[in-house]
């Protein structure tokens, strides 16, 4: 799992006491809606002396995502309730259709959002599934795992990086019980290079991370040619063995530990990632 359950249960007790109604930025300014119905409180520098586990959970956000956190906003808290079937429906991260976000002011010109790691704190009771719609992708909330994805495109010719609508996405509504999870937004600003080395590329490229066993360990993320989100290569962060983080391609380069887990052979590390997903 990409937590253990002490961190995610001290993410969960240093981030509640901060928790306000979420917002979402509307019209140049911070807003409660009644399509976000969630709590939300962030977990900000002057609360890290709290966590103990803080600067190694920074490594290995920068190692599993291959960004650098330079530009990327506090980790934020969530906590969806059953009592209010609380819930968040179908956005994207990097903005609205046609027009990317890069006006954020926890830094100085972060730029654009180009990365979300998303981690699940808890396991819920019924509901709050966090679903693709456009990839007809359904994930489960179970404690300690969680999900990456690249939100931008590379831009052709010199231009800015654009929003990938594919990866609009929502929380289903909580039936029972509570769900709590931490997300990591990761701006352009220190990635540069993600980009750099496509500014005269065609169309049709996206961000990955490289998973073979020579690059995975180091912070780098790379744009390559594709032309779909398969499901595949949306859910290679979660189908990564934690002991060598080599990637895992299929059953034929796996052992099946359980019935939902999976290890690395390279290794046989049992601190494997999990992740469990529905189509439909």
């Not at 404690?143 to 495109?153: E, I, P, T």
Request: with cysteine; glycine share 8%.
């Amino acid at each position: 799992d990409f937590l253990s359950p002490q961190e995610a249960d001290e993410l969960i007790t240093v981030g509640t006491p901060h928790m306000v109604p979420s917002t979402v930025f509307e019209k140049n300014q911070l807003t409660v809606t009644n399509y976000r119905t969630s709590e939300t409180g962030w977990i900000r520098k002057d609360h890290n002396s709290q966590l103990s586990s803080v600067a190694a959970l920074d490594t290995r956000m920068a190692i599993v995502t291959g960004l650098s956190l330079v530009s990327a906003e506090d980790l934020q808290i969530a906590r969806y309730s059953g009592e209010t079937q609380a819930k968040y429906e179908p956005h994207m991260d990097w903005g609205v259709s046609g027009l990317v976000q890069r006006q954020f002011d926890h830094v100085k010109d972060p730029g654009a959002r180009i990365g979300t790691l998303l981690i699940f704190l808890s396991n819920v009771t019924q509901g709050g599934h966090t679903a693709f719609t456009k990839l007809g992708l359904h994930v489960k909330p179970y404690a300690g795992s969680a999900l990456l994805w690249y939100n931008l495109l590379p831009g052709q010719n010199s231009s800015p990086a654009r929003g990938d609508e594919r990866l609009e996405h929502g929380g289903c509504p909580v039936k029972r019980g509570l769900k709590y999870i931490a997300t990591k937004w990761i701006h352009e600003r220190g990635n540069e290079a993600v980009f750099a080395q496509f500014r005269d590329s065609v169309e049709g490229v996206q961000i990955q991370k490289d998973w073979s066993s020579q690059h995975a360990a180091s912070a780098a993320a790379v744009a390559v040619a594709a032309s779909d989100v398969s499901v595949a290569s949306f859910a290679s962060f979660a189908s990564c063995c934690f002991g060598c983080m080599g990637y895992v391609a299929s059953e034929a380069t796996c052992q099946r530990v359980s019935s939902s887990n999976w290890c690395c052979t390279r290794c046989s590390d049992k601190r494997f990632w999990r992740w469990e997903d529905k189509v439909g």
